[in-house]
């Protein structure tokens, strides 16, 4: 199980990575192999969003999972993104298009910059809804080999409604 302590070192090399600019990739002791199995996680997780299939996004996930969605209380843990995202699938068909802007590798962890467009069609009928925005991905290589969703966080980059 990941510690406070992994959270912190996983912080503090998201920081030190946060200035650098064009996109990027940067070897690790594993080289370009795993370079490439990681940048597969980013087409796995957004095919698996995509399916609308809540199974195939939770596999993507770790147990310890943490989404920060936009203006709600963050999302700790598998079951609490189940319930979440059930409820997402169960209002929209939701599908997202995501640009990778920055991808990097640093042994069993991979932190990945995007933009996305988003756009979820009501399950009830209605307009969809679109948004668009920027986000970051921390991935973990779990003990499976498997690159899993940690932490995701993403905000619109349009403004809030009026009130």
């Given at each position: 199980m990941r510690t406070a302590h992994h959270t912190l070192a996983t912080l503090a090399i998201l920081a030190a990575v946060g200035g650098c600019g064009a996109p990027t990739s940067h070897a690790t002791v594993d080289g370009a192999a795993a370079d490439t199995t990681a940048r597969h996680a980013h087409e796995a997780y957004t095919t698996a969003i995509n399916s609308?299939?809540?199974d195939s996004l939770l596999a993507m996930v770790t147990e310890d999972v943490v989404f920060l969605s936009p203006?709600?209380?963050?999302?700790?843990?598998?079951?609490a993104v189940r319930a979440w995202s059930e409820s997402y699938l169960k209002a929209f068909t939701i599908h997202w298009d995501k640009t990778v802007s920055e991808f990097i590798v640093a042994g069993e962890w991979a932190f990945e910059r995007y933009s996305?467009?988003?756009?979820?069609?009501?399950?009830?009928?209605?307009?969809a809804v679109t948004d668009?925005?920027?986000?970051?991905i921390i991935y973990h290589r779990d003990s499976?080999?498997?690159?899993?969703v940690a932490r995701d966080a993403w905000s619109s980059d349009l403004p809030l409604p009026k009130k």
């Open positions: 609308n299939n809540l203006n709600e209380p963050v999302i700790v843990g598998k079951a996305y467009a988003e756009h979820d069609t009501p399950a009830g009928g209605g307009a668009t925005g920027k986000g970051l499976d080999g498997k690159w899993r």
